[in-house]
């Protein structure tokens, strides 16, 4: 499709609203209104006191207009009158309208701390973001919850990742840095002992600074890849080099049930591990197969209540809206198999098609959920977490999300993820470590990000870069 801006330059804010419509559509620029095919024209006039938000839309035939008109400039207004057209002229379905941003709960959070009351902000997501009245009120619902955790904030304080980049096999819709052991055991030593050099260099210069640890998340991939001695082995590493008295949360990801031991379920509860996450993703078993994870929902199941065997009660478990094949009923199927489990913590994401996964680029072979689906889906979820009585408390949202809809965090009072929220609403300093770790240096309204490498085998040979990449952390 075409698109040509005419007198501004805000392609981003266009192809932001434009991809909501037309996923997995390429934008190419046009210097001059096309005179046939699809296209997109985006036009801005100023008369001295009114600004116009011309949209011409072509598309299969049709040709539609539609003008904004403010006396302020706002980027969202171009927004405002392509959703309008595009609504028009194709239908389509954007609970969120066109708030396209990661996350929709730190806005709403930020109008009530500029002194907004719920009912402004309610106001603001309805008639400047185009929103609809239930994702505007689960916007301020998760606001509020944050306010509160985000009162008892400590500002000497950074949180810590390290990712593990291994995984018994890659699901369909994967797009992190992670690989199938199966092909990439060699690595695993050879890895873990780069991650230990930058373990240490971390934390020597962690030292020579005010800041102490608040929480630490060991995500991936799964680190429960790891055998027990080497997990084992990698959280001592990190109490010996690290100060962690002060600590507050140390969460593993466990996700892959095809992962879980009894024995590394024991080295997590000696060593003081507060929070593990054991995915079923579904529970429905053909929906297992097609999305590439080797176990069962019995498996699971059987995990879930290993890992309560072992002392490890504060669970939280990923569930999936939108995946491929499943119907309202069987997303339901999954949401009766975690009520009987009542996990401490529930994430409900929406299925993203991102362009490093196998699902993008088999995406013909798979039959994709409609957005009205999925969000039927995320209704259901918001009651029944609301049932059994936990509260919405963070949220964010990812490119190429069916309907552009949102990943929710639920969690019993008391139980809210520290990490998460500081890492969604980026409020505190993250300090990552391993392959893809994007360090996050907060500095008042400044964000600063480091990365390293994504690839294992590149992280392990040029492990002295990465160090070095550090120093710009602790400058
Ligand atoms: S468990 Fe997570 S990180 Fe591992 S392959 Fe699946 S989606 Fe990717």
Known sequence: MKICLVNHNERYAVCEIAMAYFPRTKFEDADTVPECGDYVVSELAYDGSIYSYITILSYNGEVRTNTVTSKEYNKTYFKQSFHTIAKELIGGF?????????????????????????????DKFLDFYLTTPKKAELAIEVAKNEMQTLSNIDKDAVSLYVGIPFCPTRCLYCSFTSQSIKFTSKFVEPYLEALYKEIEYTAAKLRETPYHIETIYIGGGTPTSLTHTQLDGLIKKMYAEFDLRRIKEFSVEAGRPDTITREKLQVL?????????????????????????NHTVKEFEESYALAMDCGLTNINTDIIAGLPGESVDDFMNTLD?????????????????????????????????????VNSMLDASYDRMKSMGKIPYYMYRQKNML????NVGYCDEGFENLYNIYIMEEVQSIVALGTGASSKIVKGSEINRVFNVKDVYEYITRHDEMLKRKDQIFM
Not at 95 to 106: C, E, N, S
Not at 345 to 365: C, G, P, W
Not at 403 to 406: A, M, Q, R, S, V
């Open 269 to 293: 509860r000696e060593n003081n591990i507060s929070r593990i996450s054991i995915n079923p993703q579904t529970a429905n078993d053909k929906t297992l197969k097609v999305i590439g994870r």
């Open 337 to 373: 198999c975690i009520e009987r489990l009542n996990p401490t913590n529930v994430t409900v994401h929406t299925m993203s098609i991102k362009r490093s996964s196998f699902l993008a680029q088999e995406y013909d072979a798979y039959s994709v959920t409609s957005a009205e689906a």
């Open 94 to 122: 954007l609970p969120w309208g066109v708030l396209t941003g990661i996350r929709p709960g730190k806005i709403a959070r930020e109008l009530m701390e500029q002194g907004m009351s719920e009912s402004q902000v309610k």
């Open 403 to 406: 309907g552009n809809l949102e």
